[in-house]
């Protein structure tokens, strides 16, 4: 039997935080918003028909955590996405949350055959 490692705790916190970037449904909106482009903060409020302080409060915890990248062209802030890969993560999620949907639906058809 392969014996596993101990993993650091700072280590599952880090983890922990990165996986509780995703949790946030105004985040996963505007990443969804950045996916093909960068846009000014202004047209993400728009988009999400928010507040712009709150927009400016997620944007700002994704950038910090490495996910996005900022600009400033005169009065205007525009994001973009940094790390691609958040884009594979959320994917494969979706399939995962896709095919349990889908035996889930298997399921109840058997029962109302029955």
Not at 80 to 98: H, K, T
Request: proline share 4%; hydrophobic share 40%.
């Amino acid at each position: 039997m392969k014996q596993t490692l101990p993993v650091p705790p700072e280590v599952v916190q880090q983890v922990a935080e990165y996986f509780s970037l995703l949790s946030e449904p105004m985040r996963l909106r505007l990443l969804h918003l950045l996916r093909d482009e960068e846009k000014c903060v202004q047209e993400l409020v728009e988009a999400t028909q928010t507040s712009q302080a709150n927009v400016s409060k997620h944007l700002k915890v994704m950038w910090q955590a490495g996910i996005l990248s900022r600009r400033s062209e005169g009065t205007c802030a525009y994001y973009r996405v940094e790390d691609e890969m958040i884009f594979e993560l959320c994917n494969r999620v979706c399939d995962r949350l896709a095919t349990r949907l889908e035996q889930q639906a298997r399921n109840f058809r058997v029962l109302n055959k029955s």
